[in-house]
């Protein structure tokens, strides 16, 4: 495999990762809504919680994470930008 | 000089200075106010200095940001920094409606309603991981750019247009509608006059600079909403007790508001007593729980549909990804997505804190502001009441006639919870004024990206790429500025009819851009094998056949039974369906791309190396 075959596939597991904790907390825990309220988080009925604000935050730490991430494979690989950081 | 001012590199060094700065104004402003209010100056004028006082000062951005050249005009120059691009996306993102109505939503719809919420964030997963960095990479001007450019020829373009103008328009005459409604309410005139207000507003942000000049009136109009969001929820729950950091300290004011559900009754009334009652169109009373969630599997269904719909719809409205394409790198597209959503979640977090606030401010009755179980009599004494019943945007309508206010008798629409919230609480005007000054900056953002994003589409990929290839710049921003009027014309005209209900909800927008732009986006990256034919075909069947079903469910069309509860607010299920379906199978017909095409895919998918379009093009 080229180097850009490899980088390609690690790009492309670092996504399904990504997309799978985003299908987690978007959707899979949103379908057992009634149960999930029973618990409680901050003393918010869980449920409710999660989508004022708890799936909201993971969303934004998930998209922090995934940048990070993806930018370590670039340099991994070398396809790394140069002398174009803001 | 401000041509050469903003050109400079340093200019982009000190960004921070600047909108610290001009942060650092607007509060001082918001202290003269409430000084001058102390002073004896009426509501009226407090209104009338804030709106005009803000439009003011994105005017004179969107002056200094004036500009000749093509890919400033376009895509800001490209040197957009991470964080402020962030700010601008997320002003762009916040609709008048996120602003004015998702508290109102929420306060009306409880858990069911915040499946919006999620899929109002949850889709920036998609952009960063699916589009936004490729997107950039690939160094287009406009979403259409790189459909026309994939695939090829201009019909694979062409349709890309049509999904783009279709999805943006029907969003932007709600944007307009809503800068009329704010402009008429602060400065006093009639609403048909309002909207064209609204509209030389929008305009003066973004004609003589494009995508530059939006960029940073939007990062000024960012702060400004954001702002007018958070102080009323802060001062309502530290003047309440209720908590100092409201979002982690609410629980019990939630469970308090599900106990007086039980005490009082959640009854929905039937349609005939409302009718009989005479309560004004668009009102409502609760009538659904605030935090429990309906039981059984549609409910869930409905939500996760819901939610499935506006984050797919998110990560293909277009004028949300060509902010990404203003970054100066692939790597700042990605992060500068993450700042997006942060930035978002400030407000979206703070928007069921609000609901909660405004319901229990009304509903319990040991607070000095409650409504329910008090006598009708004395209710209309009170001022804000009398005021919003007077302007129809309030009802009380006493079915049982024991004239004891029931939570079923209390009408108000959505909008109230943010609009009326400073006043039920007893906030001085001030902050009324901040909060029309925000919603107008709000709406004028959105509104301003979505016109940019048609008529960029129509300048560059119409007339530049397919009608005129031999075009001047001179002309090409010529004409890019004529159709900015002509669209924003078009808006404020259907809005000043008011017949914007027949273009539906802002789900609808959605809903479209689902249907047509998503897996021809997705795949043009993801998969080599997808060809033109594909992409064509994928676009057409899509949007035909979200519309066709759109049709045959909408209320206002022909209203039959959703199938599998995919209602009118989610058709986008069935169009994005069809095209990923015909797609692919028109795209493994037909004969794969050339390996030109094919190593064009492979640069995108590196961040390093050159744009695959020039700089400028």
Redesign the interface.
């Known amino acids: 495999m080229s180097n ?1 075959e490899r ?2 596939e690690k ?1 492309k597991g ?2 399904m990762i ?2 799978a904790i ?1 299908f987690i ?3 899979v825990i ?5 149960s ?2 029973n618990g ?1 988080f ?4 869980l ?2 919680y999660m ?3 708890g ?3 993971i ?2 730490v ?3 994470w ?2 990070n991430r ?2 370590k494979i ?1 340099e991994e690989f ?5 002398g ?3 | 000089m401000a041509e050469k001012f903003i050109n400079r590199k340093d200019f982009i060094n000190n960004l921070p200075k600047i909108y610290g700065t001009y942060t650092g104004g607007f509060l001082v402003f918001i202290i003269l106010m409430a000084i001058a209010e102390q002073a004896g100056m009426t509501a009226k004028t407090i209104g009338i200095c804030f709106v005009a006082f803000t439009v003011a000062i994105y005017a004179l951005i969107g002056w200094i940001s004036r500009t000749v050249q093509v890919d400033a005009y376009y895509v800001a120059g490209r040197q957009v920094p991470t964080v402020f691009n962030g700010m601008a996306t997320a002003a762009d993102w916040m609709s008048g409606a996120s602003f004015v109505a998702m508290a109102g939503g929420i306060y009306f719809g409880g858990y069911t309603y915040m499946a919006f919420l999620v899929g109002w964030t949850g889709g920036y997963v998609l952009v960063s991981s699916l589009m936004a960095p490729y997107l950039r990479k690939f160094g287009c001007y406009t979403v259409p750019d790189f459909i026309g450019t994939r695939y090829g020829g201009n019909l694979a373009r062409f349709m890309a247009v049509v999904v783009l103008t279709l999805a943006s328009f029907t969003y932007v005459t709600a944007q307009i509608n809503a800068t009329g409604t704010i402009a008429s309410r602060a400065l006093g005139i009639p609403f048909e006059l309002g909207v064209w207000v609204g509209l030389v507003s929008i305009l003066l942000c973004s004609m003589l600079g494009g995508m530059r000049a939006v960029t940073w009136t939007q990062v000024a109009q960012y702060i400004v909403l954001i702002i007018a969001y958070l102080i009323p929820v802060f001062w309502i729950s530290n003047k309440n007790g209720f908590g100092f950091f409201p979002h982690f300290m609410l629980a019990d004011e939630v469970a308090r508001l599900n106990d007086l559900e039980a005490t009082f009754g959640l009854v929905k009334n039937a349609a005939a007593d409302i009718k009989a009652a005479g309560v004004p169109g668009g009102l409502k009373s609760i009538s659904v729980p605030h935090s429990d969630v309906p039981g059984g599997g549609m409910a869930a269904w409905k939500f996760i549909s819901l939610a499935i719909c506006m984050m797919v719809g998110t990560a293909s409205l277009p004028h949300i990804l060509m902010r990404y394409f203003t970054t100066p790198s692939v790597k700042a597209a990605r992060k500068s997505v993450a700042w997006s959503l942060f930035f978002i979640a400030l407000l979206y977090t703070s928007a069921p804190m609000l609901a909660t606030l405004s319901k229990i401010s009304l509903l319990d009755p040991n607070l000095p502001t409650g409504l329910i179980g008090k006598p009708i009599a004395e209710i209309m004494q009170i001022e804000w009441v009398n005021a919003w019943v007077n302007v129809k945007q309030a009802f009380i309508a006493d079915f049982n006639g024991d004239g004891i206010l029931q939570l079923n008798e209390w009408f108000m629409r959505g909008d109230v919870v943010v609009l009326a919230t400073p006043e039920v609480a007893g906030l001085p005007y001030v902050i009324s004024g901040l909060v029309a000054a925000g919603g107008m900056a709000a709406a004028m953002s959105t509104a301003d990206g979505l016109i940019l994003a048609i008529a960029n589409a129509l300048s560059h990929d119409i007339y530049y790429k397919i009608v005129d290839p031999k075009a001047d710049v001179r002309k090409r921003l010529l004409v890019a500025r004529a159709l900015l009027i002509v669209i924003g014309a078009a808006g404020a005209y259907i809005a000043s009819m008011r017949i914007t209900s027949i273009l539906g909800a802002v789900a609808w927008a959605f809903d479209f851009a689902m249907s047509g732009l998503f897996f021809p986006l997705v795949l043009g990256i993801w998969w080599k094998r997808a060809t033109r034919a594909g992409a064509v075909a994928g676009m057409i069947a899509g949007l035909g056949s979200g519309t066709a079903y759109l049709i045959y469910v909408g209320p206002k069309f022909m209203a039959q039974t959703p199938w599998l509860g995919i209602d009118h607010l989610r058709f986008g299920i069935i169009g994005a369906s069809v095209c990923l379906v015909v797609m692919v199978v028109v795209s493994l017909m037909t004969e794969e791309p050339d390996s030109a095409t094919q190593k064009m895919v492979d640069e995108v998918r590196v961040p390093s190396g050159k744009t695959i379009l020039g700089k400028a093009h």
């Not at chain 1, 949103?30 to 009634?34: A, I, L, Q, S």
């Not at chain 1, 901050?42 to 009925?45: A, C, K, R, S």
């Not at chain 1, 070398?78 to 140069?82: P, S, V």
Request: hydrophobic content about 50%; some cysteine.
């Open positions: 850009k980088h390609w790009t670092l996504m990504t997309l985003w907390f978007s959707i949103f379908m057992f809504g009634e999930l309220n409680s901050l003393g918010y009925p449920a409710y989508c004022a604000q799936s909201i935050v969303f934004v998930l998209i922090f995934f940048a993806q930018e670039d070398g396809f790394a930008e140069r174009e950081d803001e």
